[in-house]
């Protein structure tokens, strides 16, 4: 006890705090956990890695998931259960390849899980798939999302009950090819000195199962209120949103992909716009960084992953957790995920 003491007060005085920690699970690799706590438990919904022998590219063709298993902890110092096998690729009349990071919500007792996968005509769409079980197994809807596209759906309940999605991720995750709301044959960025591309936010029709309106941009801005721009590499949107609310202030995070940050911005609407504030969590083994922030029995928990388990092999991930802390502005301290 006494040296927990120690650890906790040694965390709250510093700024960077380093902290080491096993993979949650090492019979599977799993990437991009998004938790959330049901029926007083720590749910995690993952993708699910494995090597399909597709040589990397700058699209992503090497994270070639084919299907989705559910975790659950009872206590995050404790066992992590496998509920197994939830939803395949196979399972899903539109869906061709590439199930990527998905995401869950619970609404009057029915449980959503929410997945990006290409359709046939290799264009990313966001799909449901509903079960009475936090644990699944999931059933799909027959089509995606009306009106979905890109990847890593993070589905939102606020407080007065509304659920938003949001959305997005460039690169392989296609953003880039949508705007001008088609989507266009070959990748199109803003200039470095415009406004990078912004992630999407659409509130959710009341069954949960399509968009109540047109998804808007979210827009980040910097310390002078002004958009990030396509060039602040280490600050601009990439992709893997995720949302919660801290003293009641919305916290949008995200990854920054090619310098590969979780960074955060902070705003007074679950629509934003969101005031750039900082990272959350430094590079990790691996080219992806993709996480959740999840309260639990009072203490706030940050998953993650990283690919040591694999011995660096970016499409071989494994999810992991840590405790994080803010300080007394709100603001949340820098982790970085390995002691020295
Ligand atoms: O896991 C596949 C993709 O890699 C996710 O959708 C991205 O966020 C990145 O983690």
């Not at 027959?142 to 939102?156: C, K, L, M, N």
């Not at 936010?201 to 979210?218: C, N, Q, R, T």
């Not at 602040?232 to 310098?259: C, I």
């Not at 940050?261 to 900082?278: E, K, L, R, V, W």
Request: negative net charge.
């Amino acid at each position: 006890e006494e040296k927990d003491e120690v650890a906790e007060d040694s965390l709250a005085q510093q700024d960077t705090i380093r902290y080491h920690s096993e993979p949650l699970i090492t019979d599977h690799y799993t990437a991009d956990p998004s938790a959330h706590v049901f029926e007083d438990k720590i749910f995690i919904y993952p993708s699910h890695d494995w090597d399909s022998g597709k040589p990397e590219d700058d699209t992503g063709n090497h994270f070639n998931m084919k299907d989705y298993h559910v975790y659950s902890m009872e206590d995050p110092n404790g066992e992590v259960t496998d509920h197994g096998e939830v939803l395949t690729v196979e399972d899903v009349a539109w869906a061709e390849r590439q199930m990527w990071a998905p995401d869950a919500a619970e609404k009057d007792g029915k449980y959503y899980l929410f997945f990006p996968a290409k359709d046939k005509d290799d264009i990313f769409r966001i799909g449901v798939a509903t079960s009475n079980n936090p644990e699944g197994p999931f059933t799909p809807e027959e089509e995606p999302i009306e009106g979905s596209y890109s990847i890593d759906p993070a589905v939102y309940k606020d407080t007065d009950g509304e659920y938003y999605m949001y959305f997005g991720g460039i690169w392989g995750g296609q953003l880039q090819r949508w705007q001008t709301g088609e989507f266009a044959e070959e990748d199109e960025y803003p200039a470095d000195d415009e406004p990078a591309l912004r992630p999407k936010i659409a509130k959710m029709s009341d069954d949960l199962l399509s968009f109540a309106e047109e998804p808007k941009d979210v827009e980040i801005l910097d310390e002078n209120g002004e958009p990030i721009t396509t060039g602040d590499n280490d600050r601009r949107f990439f992709e893997a949103a995720w949302v919660h609310q801290y003293n009641d202030k919305y916290y949008f995070s995200y990854s920054t992909g090619d310098t590969h940050n979780i960074a955060y911005a902070i705003g007074d609407s679950p629509y934003g716009p969101f005031t750039y504030q900082g990272v959350i969590l430094e590079p990790v083994v691996g080219w992806t960084n993709h996480h959740s922030i999840v309260e639990y029995e009072g203490k706030w928990y940050l998953f993650y992953h990283d690919s040591s388990l694999s011995e660096g092999k970016t499409y071989l991930r494994s999810m992991k957790m840590m405790e994080i802390e803010y300080d007394e502005d709100g603001k949340i301290k820098t982790m970085q995920s390995y002691t020295e």
